[in-house]
Every structure is written in C-alpha cells, then in structure tokens.
C-alpha cells in the first residue's frame, strides 16, 4: 500500500540523516519538504506515530531542521 512506501522512503531518509555525515544536500531538501508541505501529509501517516520512539526521533528530526517551525502532528 501507499503507507508502506512512504514508511520505507521516510525511514531510509532520516537513517541516513541521522547515521551519515555528510550527506548529499538533495538528501536534507527531500526530507525538509517531506516534513513541511502539507501536501504530502507526512504527519497524518500511521507510521509517524506507532511508537513514541519513532514519533520521538521523527519530531527531533524535524526540529532539527526548523526549529523555529515544529511539526503538525493533527489527524
């Protein structure tokens, strides 16, 4: 289904941010957009909130980002 692909593509991008430095900058813009516009919906998917742990790091992630701009987290 669609939500198992987004759940793949999101968890490959933030492993590889949080494991690899450096990254490609085309890395960071993926993410940044994924977690911002809401026109993807991130924050609306299942997986984003499965457990606290990964609600946790997604939320760190995010902040880390645009820590000015915290993450929706409204169904």
Known sequence: SDDVV??????VLVE?????RP??????????ELLRNPFYAFWNHSFTRESPQIAEIL???????HP????????
């Open 16 to 20: 590889r941010i949080l494991v690899n």
């Open 59 to 65: 939320t760190a992630v995010s902040t880390s980002i």
């Open 23 to 32: 990254f490609p900058w085309g890395l960071l813009v993926t993410l940044i």
């Open 68 to 75: 000015s701009d915290p993450p929706s987290t409204a169904a």
């Open 6 to 11: 987004c759940e793949c593509i999101a968890r």
